[in-house]
């Protein structure tokens, strides 16, 4: 494996959990509804499942990576968008933990179709 396909894959485990357990917290403390948390969630982690139902896991990696990239610039237009006494941190957790959500029950879709 080359060293930028390492590196991928550790930003990928690595940053990706630490960012998804950073927002989960700020979800599980959010003022939204229990239904409302729970549905959400169903939706990110079906996107997910859609996803890595036609996407290799390299694919999956790499859009997550290029997302991530971009997550400050999202974190940004949250906050222009939202126009809520909420800062850019909280904004940047929040769309973490949706992008991570998402890619990674994305790569655990996935993984089960490569395991069957």
């Avoid at 630490?18 to 599980?28: D, E, K, T």
């Avoid at 403390?29 to 859609?50: C, D, E, I, Q």
């Amino acid at each position: 494996m080359r060293f930028l396909d390492v590196f991928g894959w550790l930003l990928f485990f690595g940053a990706g959990l630490l960012l998804w357990a950073s927002g989960i917290l700020l979800f599980a403390r959010s003022n939204l509804s229990p239904a409302k948390k729970v549905g959400w969630t169903a939706f990110l982690v079906a996107a997910g499942a859609a996803i890595g139902s036609f996407l290799p896991l390299t694919s999956i990696r790499n859009r997550f990576l290029l997302l991530l990239a971009v997550l400050p610039v999202l974190a940004v237009i949250d906050v222009r968008l939202a126009r809520s006494n909420r800062n850019f941190w909280f904004w940047f957790r929040a769309c973490a933990f949706e992008i991570c959500t998402v890619f990674g029950s994305a790569a655990v879709t996935r993984a089960v179709i490569g395991a069957v």
